[in-house]
């Protein structure tokens, strides 16, 4: 089974700030089956990114993933206010949909 | 409007069942993948269990696995979830999650539905 190690755990950052988030694979991906959710207080996750690169339906062109094998990167090219929440990696395979621990990006 | 309604949450002692609903509405409900993901208060997500389209295969986590079953009701436009033998640690707020057609990816997800396992 495939772990997923998010890092780190929390950023503090200001907005307008760039940001890279990490999500390690404990073995390499044999799909491009990862995807990105941000996720703000009292809310369901939203979804960012899908098959590593290509951003959702309505989703700002600041935020980017890419990556491959066992490292992968969600950028936001610049913070802004509403971007601060926590976000989660997750790679689908077709018996299963393991989860990051995912990482806090709170305002400084 | 795309709309996933979870219900069927509550109180429960440990070692007692629960079903959870999941309403869809606004799409070709049985065209689609469903999942359910969960959340323990304070801690990140979940995934738990998903079923494929039709008469889809289901899969679920090692966590769960053998107590959850995943079903859907294509009629009806709901997913449901049987939780059986609750334990403590099963006590997180459940969601429903709807996978994209054009990408593999959750892109609706409904509000979520506590479940809290205590005596």
């Known amino acids: 089974e495939i772990v997923l190690t998010q890092s780190p755990g929390t950023l503090s950052l200001s907005p307008g700030e760039r940001v890279t988030l990490s999500c390690r694979a404990s073995q390499g991906l044999t799909n491009n089956y990862l995807a990105w959710y941000q996720q703000k207080p009292a809310q369901a996750p939203r979804l960012l990114i899908y098959e590593v690169s290509n951003r959702a339906t309505g989703i700002p062109d600041r935020f980017s993933g890419s990556g491959s094998g066992t490292d992968y990167t969600l950028t936001i090219s610049r913070l802004e206010p509403e971007d601060f929440a926590v976000y989660y990696c997750q790679h689908y395979i077709t018996s299963s949909g393991t989860f990051g621990g995912g990482t806090q990006v709170e305002i400084k | 409007e795309v709309q996933l309604v979870e219900s069927g949450g509550g109180l429960v002692q440990p070692g007692g069942s629960l079903r959870l609903s999941c309403a869809a509405s606004?799409?070709?409900?049985?065209?689609?993948?469903m999942s359910w993901v969960r959340q323990a208060p304070g801690k990140g997500l979940e995934w738990v269990s998903s079923i494929g389209t039709g008469r889809g295969v289901s899969y679920s986590a090692d966590s769960v696995r053998g107590r959850f079953s995943i079903f859907r009701d294509d009629p009806k436009n709901t997913l449901y979830l049987q939780m059986n033998s609750l334990k403590a640690e099963d006590t997180a707020l459940y969601y429903c999650?709807?996978?994209?057609?054009?990408?593999?990816?959750?892109?609706?997800w409904g509000q979520g539905t506590l479940v809290i396992v205590s005596s």
């Open positions: 606004g799409f070709t409900f049985g065209s689609h993948i």
């Open positions: 999650a709807r996978r994209s057609r054009v990408a593999v990816g959750d892109d609706y």
